[in-house]
């Protein structure tokens, strides 16, 4: 009889417990807003990652970045890698802005770079920008004819 009702207790403990747990509220959508693949932040910096090509076997890696560095002011720019060296590994740079109720984004500033018989070509630069904007940097990488692109996610400027 002190088995059964110990073991009535455990059960009632468990089932309240699992209760209890349950309770919690799981928010599966998010408030942030998203321009283009692009969430909208207010952090200081984000980076952005090469998509995989399928296909080639000369281009690495890459990378995009966008850091605010005050009001009114970005470091913009990112790095193209390739496995080896090769005849040409190039870096094309966007900057584009939009605000939050944009529909889409807008070019802002753009360069490219070129470096001969090496595995790397990277491009950075500051800018003074007009605050009251999300800023994101997209980047195209080739390593010869191996082509990638990157983008960050929107850094807000005041």
Not at 79 to 93: D, E, W, Y
Not at 132 to 142: E, I, L, N, S, T
């Amino acid at each position: 009889m002190k088995n059964k009702i110990m073991s009535l207790c455990c059960t009632f403990m468990l089932v309240i417990s699992m209760l209890l747990i349950s309770a919690n509220n799981a928010n599966a959508a998010s408030d942030d807003v998203i321009l283009d693949g692009s969430y909208l932040t207010h952090e200081n910096e984000s980076i952005g990652y090469a998509t995989k090509t399928t296909r080639g076997v000369d281009l690495l890696a890459g990378y995009s970045k966008c850091v605010k560095q005050g009001p009114g002011k970005i470091y913009a720019g990112g790095t193209t890698i390739a496995s080896r060296t090769v005849g040409s590994v190039r870096i094309g740079v966007i900057v584009e802005r939009a605000q939050k109720e944009d529909t889409a984004w807008e070019y802002y500033d753009s360069w490219q770079k070129e470096n001969l018989n090496t595995d790397r070509a990277g491009s950075n630069r500051s800018l003074q920008v007009e605050g009251g904007y999300y800023y994101r940097v997209r980047c195209f990488h080739a390593a010869n004819d191996d082509v990638s692109s990157s983008f960050t996610d929107g850094v807000y400027v005041e």
